[in-house]
């Protein structure tokens, strides 16, 4: 039986939070956005990517969020990883407005967190710097940069998403220890939970730092919820999940791609999918609460994932006596 909910939550608002949800068993996320709003037939060859919408099509990443709720999600990103205040500004649109947009993404995943009668929590996806200048540097990381500099960039997107009031941030795909160590101490100035996910290859974040190293940032850091990685290969995320439980001691959270790669010069995948959802009780056995999928990884996806979880999102993570 779910949890009563709080009257005086707004509405749509789950019944408990997230962290308590965690402790309790293993979450699952939604997958990639951007692969399922293709799949309606949207175009996203622009730099604002599946930002766009929530300017010209915003009804289409209400469809997408609610397919994922469908297929059994229990956390929804918003659509605001490539987003920012700049960006908007290119388009003519103002900061009053373009900070509305902003808004638009919580209120669209909430929206959609209504179709099901379960709880339904809500993340502000705060991609990296490297996100929104739109030429794949979120790879790399090491923008020439300072803290301060990044710290005054993403700020303004924090302060408008934490207004809308999201049960937490995302703050995804970070590619450096740098950019980690800015969005920490900006989101520490708003309050609410959030989850660190380093976007990674092999034993190191994608600008080359330890793992051990990157994950020991949180260490402490009680406004962490969770922390992993995201936006890798599948074949990245066993020993990722062991280096994040063992530094951090949290719930460790890990949404990987489909496995294909995309070609940045030809604009295209390629390769086959290597996303096992078999994987799912290894992750947990290693300490993932919080599954899910990025880039490539849809609906039907999700509906395995879910299948695997069963009844509440939850399965034991050890086995019984007798079990293998």
């Given at each position: 039986?779910?949890?009563?909910?709080?009257?005086?939550?707004?509405?749509?608002?789950?019944?408990?939070?997230?962290?308590?949800?965690?402790?309790?068993?293993?979450?699952?996320?939604?997958?990639?956005?951007?692969?399922?709003?293709?799949?309606?037939?949207?175009?996203?060859?622009?730099?604002?990517?599946?930002?766009?919408?929530?300017?010209?099509?915003?009804?289409?990443?209400?469809?997408?969020?609610?397919?994922?709720?469908?297929?059994?999600?229990?956390?929804?990103?918003?659509?605001?990883?490539?987003?920012?205040?700049?960006?908007?500004?290119?388009?003519?649109?103002?900061?009053?407005?373009?900070?509305?947009?902003?808004?638009?993404?919580?209120?669209?995943?909430?929206?959609?967190?209504?179709?099901?009668?379960?709880?339904?929590?809500?993340a502000a996806s705060v991609g990296p710097y490297g996100a929104v200048t739109a030429d794949g540097?979120?790879?790399?990381?090491?923008?020439?940069?300072?803290?301060?500099?990044?710290?005054?960039?993403?700020?303004?997107?924090?302060?408008?998403?934490?207004?809308?009031?999201?049960?937490?941030?995302?703050?995804?795909?970070?590619?450096?220890?740098?950019?980690?160590?800015?969005?920490?101490?900006?989101?520490?100035?708003?309050?609410?939970?959030?989850?660190?996910?380093?976007?990674?290859?092999?034993?190191?974040?994608?600008?080359?730092?330890?793992?051990?190293?990157?994950?020991?940032?949180?260490?402490?850091?009680?406004?962490?919820?969770?922390?992993?990685?995201?936006?890798?290969?599948?074949?990245?995320?066993?020993?990722?999940?062991?280096?994040?439980?063992?530094?951090?001691?949290?719930?460790?959270?890990?949404?990987?791609?489909?496995?294909?790669?995309?070609?940045?010069?030809?604009?295209?995948?390629?390769?086959?999918?290597?996303?096992?959802?078999?994987?799912?009780?290894?992750?947990q056995d290693a300490g993932a609460r919080l599954i899910g999928g990025c880039c490539r990884v849809?609906?039907?996806?999700?509906?395995?994932?879910?299948?695997?979880?069963?009844?509440?999102?939850?399965?034991?993570?050890?086995?019984?006596?007798?079990?293998?």
């Amino acid at each position: 039986m779910s949890p009563a909910r709080d009257p005086a939550a707004p509405a749509g608002a789950p019944s408990r939070p997230l962290a308590a949800a965690l402790a309790a068993g293993t979450v699952l996320l939604d997958g990639g956005l951007s692969n399922q709003l293709e799949a309606q037939g949207c175009d996203l060859s622009d730099e604002l990517w599946s930002a766009r919408l929530l300017v010209d099509g915003p009804e289409q990443i209400e469809a997408a969020h609610t397919a994922y709720v469908r297929a059994g999600a229990q956390v929804l990103i918003t659509a605001g990883y490539q987003a920012s205040f700049e960006g908007f500004r290119q388009r003519g649109i103002g900061r009053s407005d373009a900070a509305g947009l902003f808004a638009r993404s919580v209120e669209l995943a909430r929206r959609a967190a209504g179709a099901v009668d379960r709880d339904v929590w809500v993340a502000a996806s705060v991609g990296p710097y490297g996100a929104v200048t739109a030429d794949g540097a979120e790879y790399r990381g090491r923008y020439g940069l300072t803290i301060r500099e990044l710290e005054r960039f993403h700020r303004p997107r924090i302060e408008a998403l934490a207004a809308a009031g999201p049960d937490v941030l995302a703050l995804e795909t970070v590619p450096d220890m740098d950019e980690a160590q800015a969005l920490l101490r900006v989101a520490g100035e708003c309050g609410l939970p959030v989850w660190l996910s380093y976007t990674v290859a092999g034993d190191r974040t994608r600008s080359g730092q330890p793992l051990e190293e990157a994950f020991g940032m949180v260490v402490g850091v009680e406004q962490v919820v969770a922390a992993g990685v995201n936006c890798c290969d599948p074949a990245d995320v066993d020993a990722a999940v062991r280096v994040a439980a063992e530094v951090t001691g949290k719930p460790v959270v890990v949404y990987p791609n489909s496995g294909e790669r995309w070609d940045a010069q030809g604009r295209a995948w390629t390769g086959g999918a290597t996303f096992d959802p078999g994987r799912l009780r290894a992750w947990q056995d290693a300490g993932a609460r919080l599954i899910g999928g990025c880039c490539r990884v849809g609906p039907a996806i999700i509906a395995e994932l879910a299948a695997l979880l069963g009844e509440g999102g939850t399965t034991r993570t050890t086995p019984e006596p007798g079990e293998s």
